[in-house]
């Protein structure tokens, strides 16, 4: 599914949502309060890949899941799970001989986060994400490439499958549509600088 049909699900949701909630209440004061002891079920979708600076080609944009839990008004720690594919441009060693690389990459995350949650209906968020990335690399020769030369090119150059720690920081922010669904935004320099998606409270 391309990144923006899964914007725009995720946007009429949002409008369904509103519309269905907003009359009965707004005159019964806050949609939700975020409190201590609060479990949500969260999904994002990376908007903007940080590897579409490296010219890759985004077959699957980043797709995390996982859950949050609020500790308290002020902290809470979410824990990610998630997915994405891309495809490098085009590496020419002759004329006639070049590869591209598949990237499929799966990640897992810790986030404690601060949460400022004073006002009615809306939670703005930042903390630290602290977790790790294997990129499962699969090369596609070109050309006149062959498989075997490919694999003496990428020992040549290093390119294999790895695990890593991954550390980055992150701001967000989410919006009650109803008590139970929120809409989520983020920016980060983990895989995607920008990430949209939703939320579901548990408990």
Excluded: C
Excluded at 75 to 102: C, E, M, N, P, R
Excluded at 115 to 131: A, C, L, P, V
Excluded at 146 to 168: M, V
């Amino acid at each position: 599914m391309r990144t923006s049909t899964i914007l725009a699900l995720i946007v009429l949701s949002m409008l369904t949502s509103r519309i269905s909630y907003s009359q009965d209440y707004s005159q019964n004061g806050p949609t939700r309060l975020f409190a201590a002891q609060q479990w949500d079920a969260i999904v994002l979708v990376g908007a903007l890949p940080t590897y579409v600076a490296d010219k890759a080609t985004v077959d699957v944009p980043p797709v995390s899941a996982g859950l949050s839990y609020m500790v308290s008004p002020i902290f809470g720690v979410d824990f990610l799970i998630g997915h994405s594919i891309s495809t490098s441009s085009k590496h020419f060693f002759t004329d006639q001989a070049y590869a591209t690389w598949t990237n499929a990459l799966y990640f897992a995350a810790i986030r404690p986060a601060i949460h400022f949650t004073k006002r009615d209906n809306i939670d703005i968020y930042g903390g630290m994400s602290m977790g790790f990335h294997y990129s499962k690399m699969t090369g596609n020769p070109g050309g006149d490439l062959s498989t075997l030369r490919l694999s003496d090119y990428e020992n040549h150059l290093g390119i294999k499958s790895t695990w890593k720690p991954a550390f980055s920081g992150f701001l967000g922010a989410r919006y009650a549509l109803s008590p139970n669904l929120t809409i989520n935004s983020e920016i980060g320099f983990n895989v995607s600088i920008l990430s949209i998606g939703l939320g579901y409270r548990l408990k």
